[in-house]
């Protein structure tokens, strides 16, 4: 009945239908009533967790179920349109900090949609054991996860809480999924011994018993039309003034990694970050030249980087040579963001210069064909969700992603990138 309910066939309230792939996915996750779906970035999970959600809206009642979705603040505004504007239904939205802890009494039944589910990654976090308690709320009759990357830092561990959400066999008992698909064991790390999950093993036995309640697909299965990707590496010439800073930063950090006793310690990261800024502040120019050259040739160009700071320097050189510009940080309003968005798709603005932390998940730039991205995250499931920003449903032209690079530093955080892709 859910799935009749679901009306797949049928057009949605703006005229537009489904992909097969979207279709599939729906049927998938109303049949299994949770599930995990690790969808490529690009692939409509917003229209179908919108969807799911309406057919069991359909089938318990308007008045009898109530739907929630979780996401980050960033899309809140994305999910109100596409459930409103796209298929007609009455969502409460939450951001991943605010996790309803209890469900009003006279709420008969209720479901769940998460958007970007790697959020809950770990058991220890807040939100983690809100959604948790949330969920095994026994009104609660469906839980869809939504994530690009189920596995963010390519570590099993990260998959557990999402499989103890779903209620997987495997999430019932944290410390044996560790032992045999995390490697987990002692470790003595100098303070006794510390329980350590962060490797992995048996991932293949894993991929195979997770099936049922995992469904990953990926852009190449599914949008067989969708243009290629090319990725090119742009290399810097550098300044003696960044060699000097780049020199005097490494020094710097050899010098706390010779007075600490661990990789991770706070120091060690701040020399680490430190370095990166360094890397950054000297790309700036070639970032810019390069952008003029596309625009000469191309309407738009998208621009990322991790620096807020690097971020403005970067909008106001483009802007100063008459661009218009578009500029998303942490610090821009929300309201303002779909805002900023909407005047690039439309064409009111040129360029697209965002940091991965505010513009890294839920935007659509398809406007622009070519990004550039002046530094990287660690994690190549983060690079992959900039990228896709204008590789994604609506894209009609070839795409580049020119990936800047100075020193060596960048080099290996691009060779650690490839790795953790393997």
């Known amino acids: 009945k859910l799935i009749k309910n679901a009306k797949l066939s049928a057009p949605l309230k703006n005229g537009w239908t489904l992909f097969p792939h979207q279709k599939k996915a729906i049927v998938r996750a109303l049949t299994m009533r949770r599930m995990i779906l690790a969808l490529d970035m690009g692939l409509g999970k917003t229209l179908i967790g919108a969807v799911w959600s309406k057919a069991f809206t359909e089938t318990f009642g308007r008045g009898k179920l109530k739907v929630y979705i979780i996401c980050p603040v960033s899309l809140k505004e994305e999910w109100r349109r596409t459930a409103v504007d796209k298929v007609d239904l009455k969502v409460s939205i939450c951001s991943w900090a605010k ?21 809950m990654q770990s058991t220890q976090a807040q939100r983690t054991k809100d959604v948790l308690n949330l969920v095994d709320d026994k009104r609660c009759v469906g839980l869809l996860l939504l994530t690009g990357t189920p596995m963010k830092n390519g570590k099993p561990s990260n998959l557990f809480p999402l499989l103890k959400a779903v209620r997987h066999p495997l999430g019932r008992n944290q410390k044996a999924y560790e032992a045999h698909f995390c490697n987990g064991m002692l470790k003595n790390f100098g303070r006794g011994a510390t329980w350590d999950a962060s490797g992995c093993s048996n991932l293949d036995q894993l991929k195979q018993m997770v099936a049922s309640n995992l469904l990953h697909m990926t852009k190449e299965q599914c949008l067989t039309d969708l243009p290629p990707m090319t990725n090119i590496f742009h290399d810097v010439p550098v300044s003696s003034r960044f060699q000097i800073q780049y020199e005097q930063a490494i020094v710097h950090l050899a010098n706390i990694q010779a007075n600490s006793s661990k990789l991770s310690d706070e120091s060690v990261l701040g020399a680490v970050q430190r370095l990166r800024v360094v890397c950054a502040y000297a790309k700036v120019e070639a970032t810019v030249e390069l952008a003029r050259t596309i625009l000469n040739n191309e309407p738009a160009v998208v621009i990322f980087t991790f620096f807020a700071q690097v971020a403005k320097q970067v909008h106001s050189k483009l802007a100063a040579s008459g661009w218009p510009c578009s500029l998303l940080t942490g610090e821009t309003p929300q309201k303002k ?46 690079t992959r969700q900039a990228e896709d920003r204008i590789r994604r449903i609506g894209q009609v032209k070839k795409c580049k992603s020119y990936w800047m690079r100075s020193f060596d530093l960048d080099k290996e955080i691009d060779a650690t990138l490839e790795s953790k892709k393997q």
């Open 337 to 382: 963001r779909q805002e900023l968005v909407d005047n690039f798709q439309n064409g009111l603005t040129s360029v697209f210069v965002c940091t991965f932390g505010a513009g890294g998940v839920g935007l659509t730039l398809t406007a622009a064909s070519t990004i550039v991205l002046l530094d990287r995250p660690w994690t190549p499931g983060e």
């Open 99 to 119: 996790v309803p802890t209890q469900v009003e009494s006279h709420i008969e039944h209720f479901v769940v949609c998460c958007d970007e589910a790697h959020a």
